[in-house]
C-alpha cells in the first residue's frame, strides 16, 4: 500500500538522522539553553558567553589537562525553555555526546528536572542563572554559578534596614512565577528578622498591566521602602503606577531589574532606585574587564549577567579539568566541589561542601540614567 | 455468508502486543538501547496517550476541546502528590499503577465538573470553555502552596519506566478502541454527523458526550502521572495552553477520527522535533511548515478517519467484510 511505503521511508529518514559519532582528542562540553520558547534572550546570552569562553580555550592552543593539549568543543542544544525537552536534551548530551559536563539550563523550572539527570548520569551539571534552592539540594554533580533566591532577599532585607534605615516594608510581586514569590518571601522573613514591618503585601499575576487597586493598598499603608522583586518588562510601569499615585517610599529591586530595557522603558522614573544583582560593569577586576571588552568586541553589545555568568561556568569548569587532571566526571566533579579560590567575571567564587557558590552581590543604583556600582554585600 | 477467520488475522495484534510488552521490558533491563532513546520512546508512548484521548472528544465526537494539558496536569498533581505524601515511601513502587489511575479519576471528576455547565455548548463555545478550563487549572495550581505553587513539585521518584509507558499506551488503545465500537461509541459518532438527528434516533447524546468527555480526561490524567514520574518535577508553566497546542497539532497531524492516525501523528512530531536537533533553532519553524504542507496535501491527516485493521475489531472487521461482499466490493474496506 502506497500509504505505508510513506511512512516507512519517513521512518528510515528519522532514523537516518538520529546517529553521530564522538571525536577523540578532544573535550566535549554540552550547553543546555532556552534559544527558543519564552526567555530567548536569556539562551542567546548564555550561548555567547560559553563560545567566547571555548573560542578563548582553543585560540590559546587548548586547554592543558594532565599533560596533555585538549581543544574543547561546544554542543549546543536548545530546550525550548520546556522541561520535557531539557530532560531530553540533557539525556542526549550524557549519553550521545558522551560531554564531560553540561552547563544550563538557566531557567529553575527547566535546570531542575535536567539536574535530576544529571545527577543519575553522575556527571557533573553547572547552571549558570538558576537562582532556586532545589536545583542543586541535596545533589552530588550539581552546581550553579550564581548566588540563590534566599541570599539576594537577605541582602535587599540588610540594606534596607541597616543602609537606608528602613522601619516599614511594602512588597508588590508576581505570584504566579517561582522567582518572584521566593524572593518576596524570603525578604519578608529576613526584614521582620532585622526589626522591620512588613506592612503590605500584593500580589498580581504575569501579564498584568494596571496594579492601581494593589498600589492604592500599599500608599495607605505608607511604607518607608517599596520592593518590586519582578521582570524588568513590568517594573517600569509599576514604578510609574506608584508615583502617579503619589507613593514616595524608595523603591527597591533585585537582579532581575538587570536589563537595559527598564531604562528605556522607565525613563526618569527610575533614577535613584537600587536593585542587587551578579555584577557590576563599571567595578569591574582585570578579568571582568578584560570578558567585557571582548564580548563587545565580539557581538556589539554588552554581556548581561547571563552571559557573564554562563562565562564564569564555563571558566569554573577548565579550572576543575585542570586540576582534576584528566578528562573524567567523577574526578571534575570532586575538582569543582573543591574549588575554594576561584577569580570570575561575576566575583570571587568559592564551593563549600554544596552545589551552591559563595560569593558576593553587589548593590546598583541607576544614576543619570546608568547602571552605577553602589555597594558590596558578602555573605 | 459464514466467514472463515484465518489464523493470522485472530492472532495477530494479540501476538504484538506480547512481543512489544517484551520489547519494552527488554530495553532498560539489558540496556538494548542507548538512553536517550529510551526517554524519547517514552515521550511518544506518553504523547499517544494524550493525542488518542484528545481525538475520542475532538475526531470521533466532533466537539473542539482545546485544554487537554488542563486535565494533564491535574493528573500529574494528583499522582505525584498520592506518590509523594499518601503512599508509604517504600510501597510507592507497588502501588504505583493506582497513584496514577487516581490521577486518572481526579482529571476525570474536573472532566465531570467541567462538562455539565457546558453541555449547552458546542464547537467555539466549548472551546472556549476547555480553554478557560486550562488556564483556571494552571492558575489554581500556582496558588496551592502545598504542592510548590509556582515554584513547582518535586517528585522524588522516577517510577515511570518503559515498560508501565507501554503497558498505559496498550490499555489506552485497548479502552477507547472498545468503546468507539460499543452502542456509546456509535453515538459518539452520530453525534458527531449531526446532534439533533442523533437525539431524534434514541441517542441519550447528554450520556454519551459526558462518557466520551470523562474518558479522554482520564487517559490525560493517567499520562499526566506518567509525565510528573519521569521528569520528577512538574510546574504549573509544563502545562499550559501551548502543550495544549501541542496535542492539538499531533491530533490533526495524525488524523481525526483514526486511532492509528493519532499512534502515527504523535509518534512523528515527537521524533522529528528530536531528530532535528542538529537543525537548532530551525527546527522550531520547520516543524509548523511541514504540518502546513500536511494540511495543504492532506487536509485530513496522514489517515483522517480512516483506520488501520488491526485496530478494529475482529467482528467488527468480518461485518464490513460482509457489507463489502454483498456490495461487490465497493465500500471501503476499513473506516467507520
Known sequence: MRKWTRVWVLACLVVGILTGAAMAQEIVVGLNVELTGSIPVVGQSSRNGAQLAVDQVNAAGGLEVGGRRYTVRLVVEDNEDDAASAVAATTKLITQNQVVAVIGPNASRNAIPAAQIAENWRTPLISPWSTNPTTTAGKRYVFRAAFIDDFQGEVVAAFARNNLGAQTAAVLFDIASEYNKGIAEIFRSSFEALGGRVVAWETYTTGDRDFSSQLTNIRAA??????????YSEVPLQVQQARRLG??????????????????????????????????????????????????????????????????????????????????????????????????????????????????????????????????VAP | ??????????????????????????????????????????????????TVSLNLVNGYMGEFSVGHAGFMAVGAYVASVL??????????????????????????????????????TRGDYLALVTLALNMIVKSVIENIDAVGGPRGFLVMLRLTNLPWVYVWVIVTLWVIRNFIYSNAGRGVLAIREDEVAAELIGVRTREVKLRAFIISAFFAGVAGGLYAHLLQFIHPRNFDILKSTEILIMVYLGGIGS??????????????????????????????????VLMILRPTGIMGLKEWRGLIPLDERLRLWRLRARKGGSASAAGN
Open chain 1, 222 to 231: 505608607n511604607p518607608d521602602v517599596l520592593f518590586l522583586p519582578n521582570y
Open chain 1, 247 to 376: 507613593i514616595g517610599a524608595r523603591i527597591l529591586g533585585s537582579d532581575s531589574w538587570g536589563s537595559a530595557e527598564l531604562l528605556t522603558l522607565g525613563g526618569a522614573d527610575m533614577e535613584g532606585l537600587f536593585f542587587t544583582t551578579h555584577y557590576a560593569p563599571d567595578i569591574a577586576t582585570p578579568v571582568a574587564r578584560e570578558f567585557i571588552s571582548a564580548y563587545e568586541a565580539r557581538y556589539g553589545n554588552t554581556p548581561d549577567d547571563v552571559a557573564a555568568l554562563t562565562y564564569d561556568s564555563m571558566q569554573l569548569l577548565f579550572q576543575a579539568l585542570q586540576k582534576a587532571g584528566r578528562v573524567d566526571r567523577e574526578a571534575v566533579r570532586n575538582a569543582l566541589a573543591s574549588i575554594t579560590d576561584f577569580e570570575g567575571v561575576t566575583g570571587s567564587m568559592r564551593f563549600e561542601g554544596t552545589g551552591d557558590p559563595v560569593k558576593s552581590a553587589v548593590i546598583i543604583q541607576i544614576r543619570d540614567g546608568k547602571f552605577t556600582y553602589y555597594d558590596s
Open chain 2, 1 to 50: 455468508m459464514q466467514v472463515q477467520t484465518s489464523w493470522i488475522s485472530r492472532w495477530a495484534v494479540p501476538l504484538l502486543v506480547v512481543a512489544g510488552f517484551a520489547v519494552a521490558w527488554a530495553i532498560p533491563r539489558y540496556q538494548l538501547i542507548n538512553p536517550y532513546y529510551e526517554l524519547i520512546l517514552m515521550y511518544v508512548g506518553i504523547n499517544i496517550m494524550l
Open chain 2, 83 to 120: 506518590t509523594m505524601r499518601v503512599i508509604p515511601w517504600d510501597m510507592a513502587g507497588y502501588l504505583y499503577p493506582l497513584a496514577l489511575i487516581g490521577g486518572g479519576i481526579g482529571a476525570g471528576v474536573v472532566a465531570l465538573l467541567v462538562a455539565i455547565p457546558s453541555f449547552r
Open chain 2, 259 to 292: 486511532m492509528m492516525g493519532s499512534v502515527l501523528g504523535a509518534s512523528i512530531f515527537t521524533v522529528l522535533l528530536e531528530a532535528l536537533r542538529f537543525m537548532g533553532v530551525w527546527r522550531m519553524a520547520l516543524a509548523p511548515l511541514l504540518l502546513v
